[in-house]
């Protein structure tokens, strides 16, 4: 079945420091990928996506890149925020629009 | 964006009663949604999948009697937890995908149940 695999968190950096998330994953087909945001007590934000391979989503100076040749969606970002702070999730959608989530990675950035 | 609510966003109940959390589409039809659990400082678990017209399809381990699903319109989804214990205290959340399964699906903000 679908999988996916995220980096343990949490992850703490300082203001203005460089963001690498990693994801790896494992699917039958050609599935789409996402990462999606939650800030606390809230509910998912989609973040950025991509649907086929080489493709790169971005959203809010966040970038990740479809590889599938590594099988891997990494999420980065050249220069964090505090207001980044959050938990971030890797998923990818199968069949009937099922979404296969990853553990999540919480992100901490400090001043 | 397209846009999903979630009512109520917090409830507090004794153990033993039953709790209906509305989960809607405002400004799109969804024949399908999907209702996740996710317990403190974890990933989404998926419970089941709502069908406008037919029964919910529920992941394995979920228990349909426990956590009654009803999808009585293109735009409304409801997720009754009976006979709640506090075990299942929890943050329960929905979604619903947009036209294309290659898309992005549109959560809620969750509902934040507490049973005590």
């Known amino acids: 079945g679908n999988s996916v695999t995220q980096m343990e968190g949490p992850v703490t950096l300082s203001e203005e420091a460089f963001l690498t998330i990693n994801c790896t994953y494992t699917?039958?087909?050609?599935?789409?990928l996402f990462w999606y945001v939650q800030y606390p007590g809230e509910g998912l934000q989609l973040l950025l996506k991509?649907?086929?391979?080489?493709d790169k989503g971005s959203n809010k100076g966040f970038e990740a890149t479809y590889r599938k040749e590594t099988t891997s969606f990494h999420l980065e970002k050249g220069s964090v925020q505090v207001s980044d702070s959050a938990v971030y999730f890797c998923?990818?959608?199968?069949?009937?629009?099922?979404?296969?989530f990853g553990t999540g990675t919480r992100l901490q950035v400090t001043l | 964006g397209a846009v999903v609510s979630q009512h109520p966003s917090w409830v507090i109940c004794k153990s033993g009663t039953s709790v209906k959390i509305e989960c809607r589409s405002l400004?799109?039809?969804?024949?399908?949604m999907f209702w996740y659990r996710q317990f403190p400082k974890q990933s989404l678990m998926l419970m089941a999948t709502?069908?406008?017209?037919?029964?919910?399809?529920?992941e394995q381990g979920v228990e349909k009697d426990k956590f009654l699903i009803n999808h009585a319109s293109l735009t409304l989804s409801t997720l009754t937890v009976t006979s709640a214990h506090p075990e299942d205290s929890s943050f329960y959340i929905c979604?619903?995908?947009?036209?294309?399964?290659?898309?992005?699906?549109?959560f809620g903000p969750g509902t934040r149940l507490l049973v005590l």
């Open positions: 979604s619903a995908p947009s036209a294309s399964a290659r898309e992005a699906q549109y």
């Open positions: 991509a649907t086929k391979a080489d």
């Open positions: 400004d799109f039809q969804a024949t399908t």
């Open positions: 998923a990818l959608t199968g069949t009937a629009s099922k979404l296969t």
């Open positions: 699917a039958t087909g050609y599935p789409s």
């Open positions: 709502s069908n406008e017209g037919s029964k919910a399809t529920y």
